[in-house]
């Protein structure tokens, strides 16, 4: 089972930030929060993780709170190539490193 | 960096004949790779983890037998579905990560159609 909620579709505007919540409240200390998305027909693209800080790379901004049960995927200036289900996955990368894929948000970019 | 490639894309053949789905690690060295299959509207399943050099390690009701996994060298995996048929139909698709601290990467997926 996964071992996180996300709501089932979002849209956004194009040019607007699209902000992507993820529950993860069962967290343990050595779980990573890992991000991908999976647009339709291809294998999902890795877009960031992180542990308890926040991070940040070319593609998405991630926003981890401090009891580590919830995040938020942030693409700043969303475009209609961003229309994709979107993965939030908690994984141990040293331990039991399985990604456990639950069912998304399927994100819809509006022009 | 971090390109994993599947080959081949795409395939249809006959009920009752195997199929080798390979998946290489184009731009990294793999310590581990893993096989996931999709069905149509859902999310995708993991089938196995294989590491180079040894035994791969599958999920609770994967047949081994059936999907075979071979994992020789760091850079190729393969994953043989043997006497496919149509409920073998499905995406197949494969990952690979560099090393522990790094997140997978996947291939573009292989639809096979069973006929």
């Known amino acids: 089972d996964a071992k996180t909620t996300q709501p089932p579709s979002m849209d956004c505007a194009e040019g607007r930030a699209a902000n992507l919540p993820c529950n993860h409240s069962t967290i343990s200390g050595n779980e990573y929060v890992y991000w991908y998305r999976q647009i339709h027909s291809q294998g999902p693209q890795y877009i960031i993780h992180g542990l308890k800080n926040n991070e940040t790379n070319e593609m998405a901004s991630l926003i981890i709170t401090e009891d580590r049960k919830s995040s938020t995927l942030i693409l700043p200036h969303a475009t209609l190539r961003d229309t994709a289900v979107y993965y939030c996955i908690v994984s141990d990368p040293f331990g039991n490193e399985k990604l456990t894929f639950g069912t998304g948000t399927r994100l819809t970019i509006i022009p | 960096g971090a390109v994993v490639s599947q080959h081949p894309s795409w395939v249809i053949c006959k009920s009752g004949t195997s199929v080798k789905i390979e998946c290489r690690s184009l731009?990294?060295?793999?310590?581990?790779m893993f096989w996931y299959r999709q069905f149509p509207k859902q999310s995708l399943m993991l089938m196995a983890t294989s590491n180079e050099g040894s035994k791969a390690t599958y999920e609770q009701g994967v047949e081994k037998d059936k999907f075979l996994i071979n994992h020789a060298s760091l850079t190729l995996s393969t994953l043989t579905v043997t006497s496919a048929h149509p409920e073998d139909s499905s995406f197949y698709i494969c990952?690979?990560?560099?090393?522990?601290?790094?997140?997978?990467?996947f291939g573009d997926g292989t639809r096979l159609s069973i006929l």
């Open positions: 731009d990294f060295q793999a310590t581990t």
């Open positions: 990952s690979a990560k560099r090393t522990a601290n790094q997140p997978q990467h």
